[in-house]
């Protein structure tokens, strides 16, 4: 398969490198959304859901060092209102199951079924793939939830009780004192999370050493609907953030699938619910990042792709 695997003769988005703009069916009307194919491959394909919500896929361009040589075939993808897609502000489309019902508009559109079909899902795209399996993993190969606990009361317990006393207590009570105040626009409370906060548990790397896929894809991010449904904080979410109350830790067990969870030592997200959800859905396995963060990807990315890429073989078998 290797020797096809970069063969667009027969595909009909050759014309555009394998970008194509996949017209959505919403409460609200008809958007498009953008993704771009890359490689061939007939039972190992890779759709790729990223986080924020209202991130972008170009933090997930990493991939293309690790997918292409493994002859796995994947898809990037902008949801609705990020980046390349369409962005209609309409916040009546920011709920979970609107996003469950695009991902399956997608898959349809793009070919994929339970014969080749992997869902990969990041942070706040690791949340809609567990949705997505819930309602539709008949139409699953496998299914990867990557650095995203199954509970975000668990998330919020976690980031205020282990990860915020780990850092400088001075920092830590001007973070506090900030968002007591709910001054989240105050450029200081960006300045500490970015210097004391990111780089310890999101990409353990200096920012001025992070990735251009990451910076980019933190520039692009769609704010108001990032605060929208997972609020202003830093540390777990606040206020009435749609997501705040997400939960499904009770239904793991109804996930069949292959599935593989991804965690890192110093993650946002504590690796051991990541762990502990690989023993609650049927058939399911661990990989942790013993170097990595919320970003693994990046920060311990040997040990991500290599257990990715063998996850997905190993079902393919």
């Avoid at 013993?290 to 079902?315: C, W």
Wanted: proline fraction near 6%.
């Amino acid at each position: 398969m290797k020797t096809n695997y970069l063969d667009y003769a027969d595909r009909e988005d050759k014309l555009s490198g394998g970008v194509r703009m996949i017209p959505i069916q919403t409460p609200a009307g008809e958007f498009k959304v953008w993704t771009k194919r890359v490689g061939n491959h007939p039972t190992m394909k890779v759709l790729l859901l990223h986080g924020g919500p209202g991130a972008t896929h170009e933090y997930f361009e990493c991939f293309d060092s690790f997918f292409p040589q493994a002859g796995i075939e994947y898809y990037y993808y902008d949801q609705l209102e990020s980046a390349y897609s369409d962005q209609p502000s309409d916040s009546s489309l920011w709920n979970i199951d609107r996003f469950v019902d695009e991902v399956e508009q997608v898959r349809i559109a793009l070919g994929l079924d339970n014969s080749n079909f992997y869902l990969l899902g990041h942070s706040w795209g690791g949340i809609l793939g567990i949705e997505y399996a819930l309602k539709y993993q008949e139409n699953l190969k496998g299914l990867i939830i990557a650095n995203m606990v199954a509970s975000i009361p668990s998330y919020m317990k976690y980031a205020n009780e282990v990860l915020g006393p780990q850092l400088d207590p001075e920092v830590l009570a001007e973070i506090r004192a900030l968002e007591a105040s709910e001054d989240y626009a105050n450029p200081r409370y960006a300045d500490l999370v970015f210097t004391h906060y990111y780089p310890k548990h999101v990409i353990r790397m200096p920012l001025d050493q992070w990735p251009d896929p990451v910076s980019r894809a933190f520039a692009k991010i769609n704010t108001d609907m990032y605060v929208t449904m997972q609020g202003p904080s830093e540390f777990g979410v606040v206020g009435d953030a749609k997501l705040k109350n997400w939960d499904r830790t009770q239904d793991l067990s109804k996930i069949s699938v292959p599935t593989l969870t991804i965690g890192g030592a110093y993650d946002t997200m504590d690796p051991k619910h990541m762990e502990w959800m690989a023993s609650q859905v049927q058939n399911g396995s661990y990989l942790h990042c013993p170097n990595g963060s919320h970003m693994d990807m990046y920060d311990d990315q040997e040990t991500f792709f290599a257990g990715l890429i063998k996850f997905i073989k190993d079902v393919d078998l």
